[in-house]
Each structure stands twice: as C-alpha cells, then as structure tokens.
C-alpha cells in the first residue's frame, strides 16, 4: 500500500528525505538550496507561519549583514504579501544585542514585523536582572508569533532563539563578488530528541545592500583622523542609507567599551531610573523622615513607567544607589542647620572657637556637595550616553534617518536638501 502524502514545508521534507537515504553530508554540501530557501521563507510568511532563522559565523565573517540582508528581504515579503500594511526596514528593525531586542519587544506596537538580532552580549549575561530578563527574553521568543513578529538572529556559535528551526553556518566571504555563501540546516525531532539536518547551502549578494557604505562611507568613517569633508560626507550618507547609519552606531557601541569604559549597557538605563528617584527624594531628606521602603517602592514606579524588567537583586542594587546619594544629602542638611545654630551663637561664644566650629562645618559642606556632584555627574554622563547610544531613545530613527531605500530614491531624484560631497 501506497505511503500517504502530507503537505509539510520543503525543509522537513529535504531533511526526512535525507536522513532516511543517508545521504552523506559531502554529497548535500554540493546541493544549491539558494532558490528553496527563499520560496520556503515566502511560503511560510503567506501560511502565517513564524520563519525564525538563526545565523552562525565565526568574527569578521559578514553575518551582520547576512542577516540584515535576510531580514529587509522578509519585511519585502511581508509587504508583498499584505502581512503589512506599509512601513519600511530600517534601524527600527535592527537590535544590536539580545538586551535592545527585549526593550524592542517590550513596545506593544512592535507586531507584524522582523526584528534581527545583531550580537549577543555576553557581559550582560552577568549581574543583576540577569534570570528576570533571561526569562523574559523566552517569554518574547513564546509570544512572538502571536504579535508575528518574524526573527534573524546572529551569533558567533550559540543557538540565540530556542524556537529557531532554520540554521545558517557561514562559511565563506567573497568580498569580490559580495557573496555569502552558507549552508542551511534543518532542526527536526526525532523520537523526541533534537537533531540538525544539513540541508545544503545557500548563497546571499549583498552588494546592494553594503553598496554605500563600503563603497563611499567607509573609508572615511575608518580614519583615525577625520577632515571636515570626511565628516560631511559621513553625515550626508547615514541620514540616506539606513545600513550606513547602522553600521555607525555598531561601531559607537564598540567605544562604551573603549572610549566610555562602560562594560554593561544595562548601568546606562538604570542612570536614568535613579536620577528620577533621587530627585524626587530629595526634599525629604530634610525632614528625615525617608528610608529604604520608600526608595525601593520608588524605583519600582519608575522601572515600570520605562518598562525596564528588574529583580530581587537589581531593585536592591538601585535602592542602594539611591540611599547612599540621599544619606549624602541628609548629612550635608544637618550641617547646614549646625551652621545656622553657630550663626545665633556667635556672640556667646569665644572668637578662637567660633572660627574653629565654622572652619570645620564649611569644610563638611563643601566635601559633600563635592561628592554629591560628583556622583550626580556620573550619573548625568550615563543619561547622556543613553540618550546617544540607545536606538529606542533616538528620536532621530523616526526623523532625519528615514532608513530606507526610499531615501536613495530621494537622494537621486535630486531632492535632498543638501548638497552631495564628492566621494
């Protein structure tokens, strides 16, 4: 009797065709899935069905822009088939490590979408909030089809996505021809265990994509030393092409290390919280009636309001923050109210003594206030660079950079407001 057929999607079949032939993997390696692989991604997407790829590579081997490229083409996709109604892909839809993907997907708007994944942070896989948002981080990859929003993630080795089926191992550049070239596995099951199926390999230009930016960005950008026409020409070119803007801010993210000495991005959004918190405390240090409970209960507030996941440990860790700058206000308070008692005292006491007790309680003052500013400034500066490296918090993804193919067609419609550098 017959077998019956069943419609399943052209990965499973390939990779139960394969395994049940055992057909070696030196034989597969040779087989072009380059054409297979996007009628499968399109099918997916017109069945409204997750496609959910995840890219492996070693350093320097182009998986960031094999992703992106993978994932403008899926949100063409969606457009083409009415998934959408409109939009375009640009910086919007990039995460340039798993914890801008979680504040991505903790906006409510972001559904209907394709979201890639650049990095995986490793130093943010330490400290505080680390299980909350690692649970977190699952619950989005759960939830994620029921807002369809469609991933591509990047990482060096790891699976980053535990719902990831569609595995891309690059394994070779050529940056001549700006080809990707990648083999494609299949995760299946089988008898409940988890197997990858090599599928065989897939091809990916990207010239179209990179043309700007290697073309007429990045030798500028690069230099050590850049001249004001350098910086002009970088200006003009990241508010018309979004993969040169984004290739920008990849690079500023390399300098909160370098330059900023800022290991973990998390301390840049816990700045702000606490700057909140601490000013809005502030006047109750003069009437000592503060104390921890109400700190924390603060930092819950405000957490909330900016949608930032906390834990036991991370809320403590903000409460301390907080209470050591109050403390600092508390006593800097009560010696300004033992100069105000000096002051009455002045006559009644000898004049050695005064000049004494006033030297001493300006010093305190000026010690603390001091040290007041300067953790507030430390605190400022961690706001500040927020505010230029978060992508969320940069009102600019929305107005000057338009991020999208549209602002090339702009560009060469000769409607631009500026005038075109040389390259």
């Known amino acids: 009797m017959a077998d019956k057929l069943y419609l399943t999607n052209k990965f499973y079949f390939y990779a139960q065709k394969y ?29 409204d069905e997750l496609v959910d790829i995840n ?26 088939h009415k998934k959408r109604k409109e939009g375009e892909f640009g910086l919007k839809n990039i995460a340039r490590d798993d914890q801008e993907f979680s504040k991505i997907m903790r906006d409510p708007n972001t559904a209907f979408t394709v979201i890639v994944t650049d990095e995986i942070n490793d130093l943010e896989k330490t400290g505080e909030n680390v299980t909350v948002e690692k649970a977190l981080y699952n619950d989005f990859s759960n939830v994620q089809a029921g807002r369809y929003v469609h991933r591509v993630s990047c990482s060096p080795k790891d699976a980053t996505d535990p719902n990831a089926d569609i595995f891309l191992e690059i394994v070779s550049v050529d940056r001549q021809k700006k080809i990707t070239h990648a083999h494609l596995y299949y995760k299946m099951f089988k008898g409940g265990n988890e197997y990858m199926q090599l599928l065989g390999y897939v091809d990916f230009y990207v010239g179209e994509l990179i043309k700007v930016w290697d073309g007429k960005v990045k030798k500028h950008f690069l230099k050590p030393e850049k001249t ?34 800022i290991m973990r991005p998390r301390m840049l959004d816990y700045a702000e919280v606490i700057i909140k918190v601490e000013g809005k405390l ?12 109400t700190i924390k209960n603060f930092i819950k507030k405000y957490c909330r309001e900016a949608k930032i996941p906390t834990s ?44 004494a007790r006033e030297e001493l309680l300006k010093n305190t003052m000026n010690e603390l206030m001091t040290t007041i500013q300067a953790q507030l400034e430390e605190l400022q500066r961690y706001k500040e660079i927020n505010e230029k490296y978060n992508l969320l918090h940069n ?11 549209s602002g090339r067609q702009e560009e060469k419609q000769g409607k631009a407001e500026e005038v075109k550098p040389k390259a």
């Open 19 to 47: 395994a049940e032939n055992l057909t070696t993997d030196a034989e597969i390696r040779n087989i072009d899935m380059t054409a297979e692989f996007w009628d499968e991604v399109e099918q997916e997407i017109i069945n």
């Open 55 to 80: 890219i492996n590579a070693k350093v320097r081997m182009s998986k960031s822009t094999t992703g992106i490229n993978a994932g403008l083409e899926i949100f063409r996709l969606l457009l083409k």
């Open 228 to 261: 004001k026409y350098d910086e002009n020409i970088i200006k003009y070119w990241r508010k018309r092409d979004f993969y040169t803007e984004y290739m920008c801010r990849k690079y500023e993210k390399m300098e909160l290390i370098t330059k900023e000495g």
């Open 282 to 293: 502030r006047p109750l240090t003069r009437l000592n009636i503060l104390n921890k409970s």
């Open 312 to 355: 036991i440990v991370g809320e403590e860790l903000m409460t301390q923050e907080v209470d050591g700058i109050l403390n600092l206000w508390k006593s800097y308070f009560k010696i300004v109210g033992d100069y105000s008692n000096l002051e009455k005292r002045k006559g009644k006491m000898e004049d050695y003594e005064y000049q």
């Open 395 to 405: 009102g600019r993804d929305n107005q000057e950079n338009k991020e999208t193919v």
